[in-house]
């Protein structure tokens, strides 16, 4: 399983950014695929999250109505829209992913893990 992150950048308050996931692998079964972040001196934490089939969602309260998650299974992608950025929305952005139908916020529940990419947000 490799999942590989795109899409992070500088931006300023305000702006939008659109997040891609690439998974490669095992794509058939029930799985769910999340987005965490982790800031600097903080802990990573959930963001949203997605199940295969695309009919649960969850999202963190602190990105509720900004961001959005969605999914291509044809396309082996997930994606995060993030809309009315703020400096505290900067952070190392990961994807993951987990076997399983149900929606989990706890990282150590996710199996598989891309490398990250960057979003900064100037104020």
């Known amino acids: 399983e490799q999942l590989v992150e795109s899409g992070g950048g500088l931006v300023q308050a305000g702006g939008s950014l659109r997040l891609s996931c690439a998974a490669s692998g095992r794509a058939f079964g029930s799985y769910t695929m999340g987005w965490f972040r982790q800031a600097p001196g903080k802990e990573r934490e959930f963001v949203a999250a997605?199940?295969?089939?695309?009919?649960?969602?969850s999202y963190a309260d602190s990105v509720k109505g900004r961001f959005t998650i969605s999914s291509d299974n044809a396309k082996n992608m997930v994606y995060l829209q993030m809309n009315s950025l703020t400096p505290e929305d900067t952070a190392v952005y990961y994807c993951?992913?987990?076997?399983?139908?149900?929606?989990?916020?706890?990282?150590?529940?996710?199996?598989?893990w891309g490398q990250g990419t960057q979003v900064t947000v100037s104020s």
């Open positions: 997605i199940t295969w089939s695309g009919d649960k969602f």
């Open positions: 993951a992913k987990r076997y399983g139908s149900s929606i989990r916020s706890e990282a150590y529940e996710y199996d598989y």
